[in-house]
C-alpha cells in the first residue's frame, strides 16, 4: 500500500484534483488538472475497504464499483453490506461493476443497458445512494467502443469522455501497462487522467500478483470453513473432534 500512497501523494502535489465521474465534463472545461480515480471490485471487499480508508485519511475520494452478480463476495450479505457500507461512510462514490460473463455484451444496447438498470436499481435501493456510474468487468471490444447506449441513461466508464478526452491507465494484471502514471507526459503536464486502481493487487507488503492471488484464495477458504461452522453443527463437531484427535 506505500506504493499508493506516494502516487496518491504525487497526484496531489502536482495540484490533481480527484473528482467524480458525473463532474468529468464540466471539469474538462472548468480544471483540466484532475484524476478520475476509479477501483473496480473483482475479489475482495476487504481490500477494497482498506485501501478506502487510507485514500481517506490523505483526504481523496474515489469511486467504487461493486458487482452484484459474482462468487466472489456479496454485497447483500451481514458482512458485505456492512464493507460498503464502511467504505461509503469515508465519502467515496458507490458505482455498479457489471460482470461482462453474466450478459450477451453483443446484444442490441438498449437490453444491455435494461439489464444494467436492473443491478443498478438493486444496489440504489439497498445502499440508499444513486448509482451514477457503471463499469464492465472483462470488457469486450463492443463495449470498449464506448457507445452510450449500453447503459443509458446512466454513464459508463469506457464512455468516449472518459478514455478519449482523457488519458486512461489501468493496473489490469498487477501492473501498469504503461508505466506508473506519476512517471508519464500526462501527469508532468497536468493532463486529465483516469486511473484505474484494483485494491487486491495493493497489499501491506510487497507481492507478485499470482502469489496475491494465492493468498486471497487462502483468506477466502478460511472464512468459508469459519461460516460453515458457524451455520452447521456436524461440520463444527467434526472440526472440534479433528482438532482433538
Same mark, same amino acid.
Given at each position: 500500500?506505500?506504493?499508493? #500512497?506516494? =502516487? #496518491? ?10 473528482? @467524480? ?23 475482495? =471487499? ?7 480508508? +487510507? ?28 464493507? +460498503?457500507?464502511?467504505? =461509503? ?41 444513486? #448509482?451514477? +456510474? ?8 463492443? +463495449?470498449?467502443? @464506448? ?26 494484471? @498487477?501492473?501498469?501497462?504503461d508505466g506508473s502514471p506519476d512517471e508519464s507526459d500526462v501527469f508532468r503536464e497536468g493532463r486529465p487522467l483516469h486511473l484505474l486502481v484494483h485494491p487486491i493487487w495493493w497489499g501491506s507488503i510487497p507481492e507478485a500478483p499470482f502469489?496475491?492471488?494465492e493468498a486471497f484464495l487462502d483468506e477466502r477458504w478460511q472464512q468459508l470453513r469459519m461460516s460453515v461452522a458457524e451455520n452447521n453443527t456436524v461440520f463444527r463437531v467434526g472440526m472440534y473432534e479433528r482438532i482433538k484427535d
Amino acid at each position: 500500500m506505500r506504493a499508493y #500512497v506516494d =502516487l #496518491v501523494q504525487a497526484l496531489k502535489k502536482r495540484g490533481y484534483d480527484f473528482r @467524480g465521474f458525473p463532474e468529468a465534463a464540466a471539469a474538462l472545461e472548468e480544471d483540466p488538472t484532475f484524476v478520475l480515480m476509479r477501483h473496480d471490485i473483482d475479489f475482495s =471487499l476487504e481490500a477494497a475497504c482498506r485501501m478506502a480508508e +487510507v485514500e481517506a485519511a490523505h483526504g481523496i475520494r474515489s469511486t467504487y464499483f461493486f458487482m452484484i452478480r459474482t462468487e466472489h463476495y456479496n454485497v447483500f450479505s451481514p458482512d458485505g453490506t456492512q464493507w +460498503v457500507r464502511k467504505i =461509503l461512510a469515508l465519502g467515496h462514490h458507490l458505482g455498479l461493476h457489471v460482470d461482462g460473463a453474466a450478459y450477451s455484451l453483443s446484444s442490441a444496447g438498449t437490453e444491455l443497458a435494461a439489464r444494467c438498470e436492473q443491478e443498478a436499481t438493486m444496489l440504489e435501493a439497498w445502499f440508499g445512494i444513486p #448509482v451514477e +456510474v457503471i463499469s464492465f468487468h472483462r470488457p469486450n471490444e463492443y +463495449v470498449l467502443a @464506448g457507445s452510450p447506449a449500453l447503459t443509458a441513461p446512466r454513464l459508463h466508464t469506457y464512455m468516449e469522455l472518459f478514455r478519449g478526452r482523457m488519458t486512461y491507465m489501468s493496473d489490469s494484471r @498487477g501492473r501498469w501497462r504503461d508505466g506508473s502514471p506519476d512517471e508519464s507526459d500526462v501527469f508532468r503536464e497536468g493532463r486529465p487522467l483516469h486511473l484505474l486502481v484494483h485494491p487486491i493487487w495493493w497489499g501491506s507488503i510487497p507481492e507478485a500478483p499470482f502469489a496475491r492471488l494465492e493468498a486471497f484464495l487462502d483468506e477466502r477458504w478460511q472464512q468459508l470453513r469459519m461460516s460453515v461452522a458457524e451455520n452447521n453443527t456436524v461440520f463444527r463437531v467434526g472440526m472440534y473432534e479433528r482438532i482433538k484427535d
